[in-house]
Nanobody, 117 residues
Framework: VQLVESGGGLVQPGGSLRLSCVVS????????MSWYRQAPGKERELVAT????????DYADSVKGRFTISRDNAKNTVYLQMNSLKFEDTAMYYC???????????WGQGTQVTVSE
C-alpha cells in the first residue's frame, strides 16, 4: 500500500492550494477517506473526512467553510481544496482511510503546506 500526497507549497495568507493523495495497493472506493495534518510540536489532527461515495463530508471546525474534500474513485485519489489559508494551517498534510485497521500503520510522506508572508 502506498499513499502519495502532493500539491503543498508556500503560499501567502488568503491564498489557495489543492492537495492530492494518490493511493495504490488499496482500493479506496469502498471506504471513507480523510485528510490529516501535523504541525511541528503538535499531534496529528483530523482535518476532513469524505464518505465512500463522496456524498457526505465532515470538517474540523478550524477549516469549515474554507476547505473542501473530494474524491475520484476511478483514479483512486482524494483531494483537498484549501482556500483562504491562514498561518495556522501550516503543517504537513496526510491522507488515510480512518476506519480501516490495516491502514493505521500506512502513512505517506505527506505534503508540506506553509502559509507565510
Amino acid at each position: 500500500v502506498q499513499l502519495v500526497e502532493s500539491g503543498g507549497g508556500l503560499v501567502q495568507p488568503g491564498g489557495s492550494l489543492r492537495l492530492s493523495c494518490v493511493v495504490s495497493g488499496f482500493t479506496i472506493s469502498g471506504y471513507h477517506m480523510s485528510w490529516y495534518r501535523q504541525a511541528p510540536g503538535k499531534e496529528r489532527e483530523l482535518v476532513a473526512t469524505i464518505s465512500n461515495s463522496g456524498g457526505i463530508t465532515d470538517y474540523a471546525d478550524s477549516v469549515k467553510g474554507r476547505f473542501t474534500i473530494s474524491r475520484d474513485n476511478a483514479k483512486n485519489t482524494v483531494y483537498l481544496q484549501m482556500n483562504s489559508l491562514k498561518f495556522e494551517d501550516t503543517a504537513m498534510y496526510y491522507c488515510n482511510a480512518p476506519y480501516v485497521p490495516v491502514m493505521r500503520s500506512k502513512w505517506g510522506q505527506g505534503t508540506q503546506v506553509t502559509v507565510s508572508e
